[in-house]
């Protein structure tokens, strides 16, 4: 029997809640049933877990991760495990959510790139709290449990504070005029190209006529 990682349940909690790998390649990486794995995402299974990092732990490395979210038929392979990976003392101490919290950042990532799709995935996934992948897939309409969804306003549930939004949401504003100023120069710089371009040719059509 192929050996499972250290901490299995805790290392499916993370990879359920980090990555975009199916809930298929996790049951057969941490050696559960995929029913299991899908309770994991749904909050029924594995309540009061706090997920374990497998990449920390030199159980699985971040390029394997990224191959098996490509390619959903290919099994997550499990590193040879070594017999002192633990968690050191002196070890930074993760930040537990609440289960409650952890289900409420689809609803937050989908409030926030509904009525304000400035923001980019990156600052979506820092203020509710999730990743850039999950946030990407909710904006697409591809999130596995998209149908069941129900956009929520990330300050209402907790996730972010008042400020952190009103400051990413101005963030973004400033990037999107950035953008939009530096089109707005480019079509101009073109519109000269295409100004001192019709003014050669027409002076060709003259020197032409002339001869």
């Given amino acids: 029997m192929s050996e499972a990682p250290f901490m299995p ?3 499916a909690v993370w990879l359920v809640e980090n990555t ?19 309770g994991i995402a749904d909050g029924d299974v594995a309540k009061g877990i706090k997920a374990y990092n497998p990449i920390l732990a030199g159980q699985v490395t971040r390029e394997e991760i990224n191959l098996c979210s490509k ?14 990976v633990v968690i050191s003392e002196g ?3 993760i930040k ?3 289960l409650s919290k952890r289900k409420d950042r689809p609803d937050a990532a989908l409030w926030l790139s509904k009525n304000f799709s400035q923001l980019s995935d990156g600052q979506i ?13 909710i904006r697409k309409r591809t999130y596995w449990n998209f149908s069941n969804l129900s956009a929520k306003d990330p300050v209402v549930l907790g996730l972010c504070s008042q400020l952190q939004f009103e400051q ?13 100023k530096l089109k707005e120069k480019e079509l101009k710089m073109q519109e000269k190209k295409d100004e001192v371009k019709k003014e050669d040719e027409e002076k060709v059509e003259v020197a032409n006529e002339n001869d």
């Fill in 20 to 38: 975009t790998l199916s809930f298929k390649q996790i049951a057969n990486f941490c050696k559960l049933h995929e029913l299991e794995v899908k």
């Fill in 125 to 137: 996934a820092k203020l509710v709290g999730s990743t850039k992948a999950t946030v990407g897939l």
């Fill in 168 to 180: 990413a949401v101005g963030k973004a504003n400033r990037r999107v005029k950035r953008l939009k």
């Fill in 9 to 11: 349940k805790a290392t």
């Fill in 96 to 98: 537990y959510t609440p």
């Fill in 71 to 84: 390619d959903q038929e290919r099994p997550l392979k499990l590193e040879k495990k070594s017999q002192d």
């Fill in 91 to 93: 070890r930074k101490k």
